[in-house]
């Protein structure tokens, strides 16, 4: 064995060197201690208060000890658990550990069977959820979209219950508010068999956004308060755009989304020291053309991974983005936008990346594009792979006995080895005549239907018995509640 012999273990990918982290993060402390944020939440600004933030008014002072002391008690690695304990499905969040899912909130929704534009419904979340589940290569769930067709403050209450009840996967949650927080943990406690053994193994994620440039709203810092106090991971992750709500260099606008994200850490430590907590940033630039957020921009997927790097340096998890597109349509920019936005993810290494499936910039959920990124997501990590180097695989023996000339169909080295070759499930490697023997099909054909197929014939795990009644009671409640 040769003497400090190194190797790499996967395939290696980076933008920033330790010493423009370290500039980096220094950067983040002085904006949070000197610039301060605008917290409209009264209990939060009396957290911080006393643990040593200076108050004026709204404007919050947090000084670099409370961020560090933050960053000392947050972990790095913990486990989000499958709500039928089927280990595969779990979520372990460490180091060198990607994951793929959809996004939220989206108005509208390419319907699966028409290909037409049209608003979110409430049956939309249980197909969503459902390919989600039958899906290899797509580890967490969230809605593609708002439901439009309950009760105006309880869409994300009956997404959830909807996403929950079709599949078993870790669900990434958002709600307007405390209350209809508080019932989409009700469900989740409901499935785990009560708050100490949510606590345990807990089975979804809460997801809140602060406003930029550096503010905490009062809806989005109460939701933070609950998700603390009930020991739900939480991600805190703010949406600016360079050059609109944040410095049009890509060093600041990197800036500023670790404190808007890092004034949420402070919280949450505060609360409940050692909560699991993601830090965020859909980072991309503002379009000055067409004044939109830009989804499929180069800018995003460089961007991501230098927040990527920022939040590992630190120590923390990240909630990144990729595979979506700013196309309007399921066509070659979809797929070329979204291909590129997966790579660039799972090369950075961001822990869990989301909005797979936004077409037209996050305004449209697409279960097309889901399912299409799905086999990008299986290409990308074959590529993070890498390949060992030893003297089986470089194959100098083989190479000797089958010497120029000859082929290596018949050696026993490539029965060993071929196995490991990535197969693809949606991309076509046939010579034409078998192609168009077959349909001359597209990948687009191909995806409409392995979507078909998913939607038509697979079963999810189903809830544990009890679990439904308890959902219905809680959404009755809910209806209840707002009838008042």
């Not at 439009?148 to 996967?169: I, N, Q, R, W």
């Not at 998913?454 to 544990?464: F, M, N, R, V």
Request: hydrophobic letters at 40%.
């Amino acid at each position: 064995m040769r003497v400090n012999y190194q190797t790499n273990a996967s395939t290696q990918f980076r933008v920033l060197s330790d010493d423009q982290l370290e500039e980096m993060f220094h950067a983040v402390l002085r904006v949070l201690e000197e610039v301060g944020v605008n917290v409209h939440n009264e209990e939060a600004r009396q957290i911080l208060g006393d643990n040593g933030a200076r108050v004026e008014d709204l404007r919050v002072h947090i000084p670099s000890y409370m961020v560090k002391r933050a960053l000392s008690t947050a972990p790095r690695s913990f486990t989000v658990w499958a709500r039928d304990g089927d280990p595969e499905k779990n979520l372990h969040i460490g180091p060198g550990r990607p994951y793929y899912g959809p996004g939220p909130t989206c108005p509208n929704f390419l319907d699966p069977t028409t290909g037409q534009r049209r608003k979110y419904v409430r049956q939309d979340a249980a197909a969503v959820a459902k390919v989600c589940d039958a899906l290899p290569h797509i580890a967490f769930c969230e809605s593609l979209g708002t439901v439009s067709d309950v009760h105006p403050s309880l869409g994300a209450t009956y997404e959830f219950a909807e996403m929950f009840a079709h599949t078993s996967k870790p669900i990434v949650a958002w709600s307007y508010d405390w209350q209809d927080g508080e019932d989409i943990h009700k469900m989740a406690v409901a499935a785990a068999g009560g708050q100490k053994a949510f606590e345990k193994r807990p089975n979804y994620i809460h997801y809140c956004e602060p406003l930029s440039p550096l503010v905490g709203g009062e809806e989005a810092i109460n939701k933070l308060i609950f998700a603390a106090r009930h020991r739900v991971p939480l991600i805190f992750t703010p949406c600016p755009s360079a050059g609109g709500t944040a410095p049009a260099t890509l060093a600041g606008i990197l800036i500023q989304a670790a404190a808007e994200s890092w004034m949420g850490l402070v919280i949450s430590q505060l609360i409940a020291p050692g909560l699991p907590y993601f830090m965020g940033g859909v980072v991309s630039i503002m379009d000055m053309q067409r004044a939109v957020l830009a989804y499929g921009a180069p800018e995003l997927s460089l961007l991501q991974a230098g927040l990527t790097e920022l939040a590992h340096y630190v120590g923390l998890p990240l909630w990144t983005t990729g595979g979506c597109t700013d196309a309007k349509v399921i066509d070659q920019q979809a797929a070329l936008e979204g291909a590129l936005s997966v790579l660039f993810a799972g090369l950075s290494g961001g822990d869990l990346c989301h909005d797979v499936g936004y077409i037209e910039g996050g305004m449209t959920g697409s279960l097309q594009q889901l399912v299409m990124m799905n086999e990008v997501i299986g290409y990308t990590r074959h590529i993070r792979q890498g390949f060992e180097v030893t003297p089986e695989t470089l194959a100098v023996d083989v190479i000797h006995q089958v010497g120029p000339g000859g082929h290596f169909l018949s050696e026993k080295h490539t029965l060993r080895h071929f196995r490991e070759f990535w197969l693809p499930q949606l991309m076509d490697r046939r010579k034409v005549d078998d192609w168009e023997a077959t349909g001359s099909k597209t990948l687009g054909d191909r995806v409409q239907e392995k979507l078909m197929e998913i939607l038509e014939t697979y079963q999810p795990p189903a809830l544990p018995e009890g679990v439904p009644a308890q959902i219905e009671e809680i959404l009755a409640a809910a209806e209840a509640r707002e009838a008042e």
